[in-house]
Each structure stands twice: as structure tokens, then as C-alpha cells.
């Protein structure tokens, strides 16, 4: 083994086997990405691709949903759906996702989410029942919401259709990304947001380590709501171990 790891290290270079940990996003690069989609900046994608990052993007950044939970690498994997949304009645109970009712939400109504099956959570089991609310604020550049609402008005889905649609498609459809898909599109998204130098180690996974972050500042300034095992539910980890 040691001789294979020095010719790996032979071949690789000296970093070979360092760890490579994903770039924490600052609320600046946050900004700087929705306004690159806000204005179509990215040359050669159409509007359905940029449609579904203008609402991937705010997604990521409110919850640090893991990219295997939004794409299907494999026919048959599970992937959040269209299902997985649903806005929320006066009552507290689900209205109905036709486009009327998507349409007539206004600032402060909330959309319900529930999160996807993932590798610490196969079986949705665990952390199917810790629900997802999204207030709508259209004053909110970064607000999912106002995001979402937008997008499934643009790209209408079915009622009876949305346990099958993916929540986000690059074809405003049917049919899903794929793992490579948003690692691919997201590395260009950074790139022309925040520059070469700018993007290096930011991946989908720089959205988990900044929202952890996040509330482990605040938790450290005050805000004593964000108790590790409130931080936990909110990225869904396995263990706490596992988001330090």
C-alpha cells in the first residue's frame, strides 16, 4: 500500500491525497450568481435551464440540499419532485398546485416543502417528517419561494403529473438532471458569476458548508435557536460529527 500511494503521489503530485473541501460562498457570491441568472448572462443556455438554476439556486442556498437529491444518476433513483412542494392554506393544510393557486400567493404565504430520500436517508424515514417552510418575499433576491412560484408558472406541470416531475428540469419537464448535469452547469453558473479564480473549489456542496456556517456563526454571536441538533435537522447530516 505505501508503495502504491507513492506512485500515485508520483503521478498526481505531492497534494494528491489532500483534502479538498468546498468553498464557502459569501452572501456577495450568493448575490452575484442570482444576478448573473437574473439578467441572462449565461451564453448558449435557453430559458428553461436558466429558469431551473433561478430557482435551483435559492433552493441550494436555503437548505444545502445534497445534489443526489435533486438529480438521478440512474432510471428509477429517487429525486425531489414537483410532490415534494406544496403551498400552504390559511388553515395550515395543502391547497392545490394548479396554476390559479400558484399564482394568487402573496408575500408572507408559505410554501411547504418535504425533503428527498439521500444516502443518510434511503428510505425518507428520518427526515421526511421535519418539513421545509418557505415564506414568500419578492423583495428577496435569494427568497425560494418567490423563486419557485415563478418557475412553476413558467414551466407549468400537471397536477396529476407531479409525483413524477422533478422539481427542477433542465427542459422545464419531465425529465431530470443529472448528477453530472448540474455539476457541470453550476461549475460554469459559478465561473461566469464570480470569475476563474472566484470559482475554484465551489461546487453544489459549497452550499452545505456555507449554510452550516452560517449558523454556526450565529450560533456562536447569540442566537441561541440554532442548537446543534436544530442545525442538524436543517441539513439533515447523520450525525453531528459528520457537519464539522
Excluded at 435551464?49 to 432510471?75: D, I, K, M, Q, Y
Aim: net charge neutral.
Amino acid at each position: 500500500l505505501k508503495g502504491l500511494c507513492a506512485l500515485v503521489k508520483q503521478v498526481y503530485g505531492p497534494d494528491a491525497f489532500a483534502v479538498h473541501q468546498a468553498r464557502i460562498l459569501s452572501n456577495a457570491a450568493l448575490h452575484s450568481i442570482t444576478r448573473t441568472l437574473a439578467n441572462d448572462l449565461m451564453p448558449g443556455w435557453d430559458p428553461a435551464l436558466t429558469a431551473a438554476w433561478s430557482a435551483l439556486h435559492p433552493f441550494l442556498t436555503a437548505t444545502g440540499t445534497r445534489n443526489e437529491e435533486v438529480t438521478r444518476a440512474h432510471p428509477g433513483d429517487d429525486v425531489l419532485l414537483r410532490a415534494n412542494f406544496a403551498w400552504i392554506g390559511t388553515d395550515g393544510e395543502p391547497l392545490s398546485m394548479t396554476s390559479d393557486v400558484i399564482r394568487s400567493r402573496r408575500n408572507g404565504d408559505l410554501l411547504r416543502g418535504t425533503p428527498a430520500c439521500s444516502k443518510c436517508d434511503r428510505l425518507g424515514i428520518t427526515w421526511s417528517k421535519q418539513k421545509q417552510f418557505f415564506r414568500l418575499d419578492d423583495t428577496d433576491e435569494l427568497n425560494f419561494a418567490h423563486a419557485m412560484q415563478r418557475y412553476e408558472l413558467s414551466y407549468p406541470c400537471p397536477e396529476a403529473l407531479r409525483s413524477e416531475w422533478p422539481a427542477f428540469s433542465p427542459t422545464g419537464d419531465e425529465r431530470c438532471f443529472t448528477t453530472s448535469d448540474t455539476a457541470r452547469t453550476h461549475k460554469r453558473l459559478a465561473i461566469r458569476a464570480l470569475g476563474a479564480a472566484g470559482a475554484e473549489d465551489v461546487t453544489i456542496h459549497s452550499y452545505r458548508g456555507t449554510l452550516v456556517s452560517a449558523m454556526y456563526v450565529a450560533k456562536a454571536t447569540g442566537h441561541a435557536q440554532f442548537s446543534e441538533g436544530v442545525m442538524q435537522a436543517h441539513v439533515r447530516h447523520k450525525t453531528l460529527d459528520a457537519m464539522y
